[in-house]
C-alpha cells in the first residue's frame, strides 16, 4: 500500500479518490469478486466490479450485537474449537455502502454520502469479525460504543479525523 493515502497534507478527499481509483482497477481484473487493498482492511472496506453490468460497488462493515444465545446460534458461532459456549457477540456485517457506479469517482460521490455524519470505530489491525462479550464486559470493545457503528480502518483515508 502506497504511503500517500496516509500523507495529510494530500486533501482527504483526494486520498479518498486515490484509493477508489486504485481499488476499482484492482476489483475490474478479478470481475464479481469481493476485492480489498490490504488484509487488515477487509472488513472496513471493499469493492465488487459486476462485469455483466460493468459497475463497481463499495462495501463497508458495521458493528452488530447478537443479544441472544439464540442469534449466536443463528450467525454461526455457537461452536467455537476449545472455547466456552459463547452467549453473545458483537461481529461485523458487511453492507453495501454506495449505489452501483460506473467510475471511481460516482462510486467516491455515493460513499461520501452514506458515511457523513455517521459515527464509526476505527481498528488498527486485521482482527478477527467476531468478539466474545459474554458476561465480562472488556474495556476495551463494550458493545455500547461499537454497537451500529461503522467499521473504521486505521490506515485508509475513508473517515475524517475525528473519532466517534
Known amino acids: 500500500m502506497r504511503t500517500a493515502y496516509e500523507e495529510k497534507r494530500i486533501p482527504l478527499q483526494i486520498r479518498r479518490l486515490m484509493l477508489f481509483n486504485e481499488i476499482c482497477r484492482k476489483a475490474k481484473k478479478y470481475p464479481d469478486e469481493i476485492v480489498q487493498l490490504a488484509g487488515y482492511s477487509k472488513i472496513a472496506f471493499t469493492v465488487t466490479y459486476s462485469k455483466k453490468d460493468k459497475k463497481y460497488t463499495a462495501f463497508g ?95 485508509l483515508p475513508l473517515w475524517g479525523d475525528n473519532q466517534a
Not at 66 to 86: F, M, N, S, W, Y
Not at 90 to 104: E, N, Y
Open 61 to 155: 462493515g458495521v458493528f452488530k450485537y447478537a443479544h441472544t444465545r439464540q442469534e449466536v446460534i443463528e450467525k454461526g458461532l455457537d461452536k467455537l474449537p476449545h472455547d466456552e459456549l459463547v452467549m453473545c457477540a458483537l461481529t461485523v456485517k458487511r453492507q453495501a455502502f454506495t449505489k452501483a457506479s460506473r467510475t471511481p469517482l460516482g462510486l467516491l460521490i455515493e460513499w461520501n454520502k452514506h458515511v457523513k455524519n455517521k459515527p464509526f470505530k476505527c481498528i488498527k489491525d486485521n482482527i478477527d469479525t467476531f468478539f466474545k462479550v459474554n458476561d465480562e464486559l472488556e474495556t476495551d470493545y463494550p458493545p455500547h460504543r461499537f454497537y451500529e457503528r461503522l467499521v473504521a480502518s486505521a490506515y
